[in-house]
């Protein structure tokens, strides 16, 4: 190794040496300046001190608390609204509102119901979320910026909970006529400047509404704070002079044609605005989002549900049957031929005789008449449950099986499905399940088989 190298290498040791010593000196420099500008600690107020007890703790955050933010958690609970759930089943579609209560588990007993790994993909399954009823809130200690907040909130009753699906007593909730459902129909509510008589508004109105292709309904609210429906109540010549102080304009989302369009919409919306001119109220949209958007998501569920349960009877060995022995079984079972030439089961409950539970036509395009059956023969007969419209749809779609089962004995028939094959009790319990499960998507999203609602929505 030559001097040359040696010396570079004595002098890089040096260099690393005097780095070395430079840093210790900044860092001792450093601690010295740190235990120079902190004073000895004489005093720990965590350990010294006893901690205040809870009334001081609570007097400290606001001294008058008590004055001003309570809470009763017996109203509270008792403030939460149960759900609002509806359900129907249809031969071609339809839908309404439906409470939670004893009429309900008398359509789905226990062992009808669904089964529990049935699931509902979005937007059908219910967006409410759970509440826990057994937190307990009367040992919890609110800061002061929120008890303030809340205190404000409940003086002035505008507290609010989510209003999809579930409200609660703190929203001050606006009075709508009860046949009229957020998630079906776009509403504006006209408040009057002055109250005026029912027969003025009725002439403001006009034609204004004529030419939509989705179902319009106007309401009034009189003195009694009663909805009616204008052409009703205009259609009695001694309620013309009875003073109205609100109006609610409705278009319905969306029935059996499909969604509404957006044209429609705008076209409504500035009808109702221009009528709300002429009658010199203030107006105020109801409900949320985009309400042709909420159509589209109806009209998509609409398809979903909007089924027809049914199979036929086919004549056996001995060929078709004759009219006269049809219609006699036919009526020994309840049927009712109807002027439409089906004959109907129709529920003792439906005093107007509209809405059957189930009907049954002849297969072929022959409708059934009196003077038809009493010179023909009949090759097969079809039996039909229209889902959305039938109330109590599991008990309807039992009976209807019963009758078809008396009349395939009677007729010597073989019950059969659209493909002529023929139906078992296997089959007939999967028919069964499917309903289960429409009826359930359908009370899932509110909408109860058989009601107005219902049917009007699969109309």
Request: glycine share 6%; aromatic share 6%.
């Amino acid at each position: 190794m030559s001097e040359l190298q040696i010396a570079l290498i004595a002098i890089g040791a040096l260099i690393i040496v005097a780095v070395l010593i430079i840093n210790w000196w900044q860092e001792r420099r450093f601690h010295r300046q740190l235990e120079s500008n902190f004073s000895p600690l004489n005093k720990d107020a965590l350990l010294d001190e006893s901690p205040l007890e809870s009334a001081d703790f609570q007097a400290a955050i606001d001294p008058h608390a008590t004055d001003h933010f309570s809470i009763n958690s017996e109203v509270l609970g008792d403030s939460i609204a149960e759900p609002s759930i509806q359900t129907t089943i249809n031969a071609q579609g339809a839908a309404e509102d439906y409470s939670h209560d004893e009429a309900f588990q008398e359509e789905m007993p226990i062992e009808d119901a669904p089964e529990a790994s049935i699931e509902l993909s979005p937007p059908y399954a219910s967006e409410s979320a759970d509440i826990d009823t057994d937190v307990e809130i009367s040992n919890v200690v609110p800061p002061n910026d929120f008890k303030e907040t809340l205190a404000e909130a409940i003086n002035a009753n505008t507290l609010k909970a989510s209003q999809d699906p579930i409200e609660t007593a703190f929203e001050t909730a606006v009075s709508l006529p009860l046949m009229l459902q957020g998630q079906m129909d776009l509403t504006a509510l006209l408040y009057l400047a002055t109250a005026t008589p029912a027969g003025t508004i009725n002439n403001a109105l006009g034609t204004l509404f004529n030419g939509f292709d989705k179902p319009i309904f106007v309401h009034v609210q009189d003195a009694n704070k009663q909805w009616h429906l204008l052409d009703e109540l205009t259609s009695n010549p001694e309620a013309l002079n009875r003073q109205i102080a609100r109006v609610a304009c409705s278009i319905q989302l969306a029935d059996r044609g499909g969604a509404i369009s957006r044209g429609t919409l705008n076209r409504f919306q500035l009808t109702v605005e221009n009528f709300n001119l002429a009658i010199n109220g203030n107006i105020e949209w109801q409900g949320k989002g985009d309400a042709f958007a909420n159509a589209n998501t109806l009209d998509e569920f609409c398809i979903e549900v909007d089924k027809t349960i049914g199979f036929h009877l086919a004549h056996g060995e001995n060929g078709p049957f004759t009219g006269t022995k049809l219609r006699g079984l036919a009526e020994a079972q309840g049927l009712v031929l109807g002027a439409e030439g089906h004959f109907k089961c129709i529920d003792d409950a439906d005093t107007l005789q509209t809405n059957p539970s189930f009907v049954m036509f002849n297969r072929d395009d022959y409708s059934f008449s009196p003077d038809m059956l009493r010179n023909s023969v009949v090759k097969g007969i079809t039996f039909q449950l229209d889902i959305p419209h039938v109330k109590k749809c599991a008990e309807a779609f039992n009976h209807m099986v019963q009758v078809a089962r008396q009349m395939e004995t009677g007729l010597n028939a073989v019950l059969v499905d659209d493909n002529n094959k023929v139906l078992g009790d296997m089959q007939i319990e999967k028919i069964r399940q499917q309903l289960k499960v429409i009826q359930a998507t359908m009370l899932m999203r509110g909408i109860v088989p058989g009601s107005d609602s219902a049917r009007r929505l699969f109309s």
